[in-house]
């Protein structure tokens, strides 16, 4: 099985997500068995929505956390904040978002939010290989 931990800062929000993904691509690229394109896409795109999300309200940095199974690829992001990420009505006006936890909902075979005893919490995702 294939592991990678990254650590994410929002230094810069934007190129720390972009680090994010250019990390999930070499781990995927990396991987002893192949996933199909379109499946690392998926990968790809639910790490930049998590990623971006703990950035956003999880308090600024985040560790990413991505291992490959059998039949999938986990995607586990773990922030500072004990909010959990809740479905609500897209922003199509306003610009707020409300798109990115439906999305990773929908593209995810599975996802969890577990909270840490040392506080914060950990969103991940099972995207089907």
Partial sequence: MNTMSVNVAAVGPATSVAGARDSARAFLEGLDRP?????ADT???????????????????????????PD????????????TPRMRTPDLNGGTGGFGWPMVN???????VTRQAAGGKTVSALVAR
């Fill in 35 to 39: 996933i199909a394109a379109e499946a």
């Fill in 106 to 112: 929908r593209l995810a075979r599975t996802t969890a």
């Fill in 43 to 69: 990968v790809v795109l639910v790490v930049s929505e998590l990623v971006t999300n703990a950035l956003r309200h999880g308090g600024g940095t985040c560790t990413l956390n991505l291992t490959a199974h």
């Fill in 72 to 83: 999938g690829v986990e995607v586990a992001v773990r922030d500072r904040s004990s909010r």
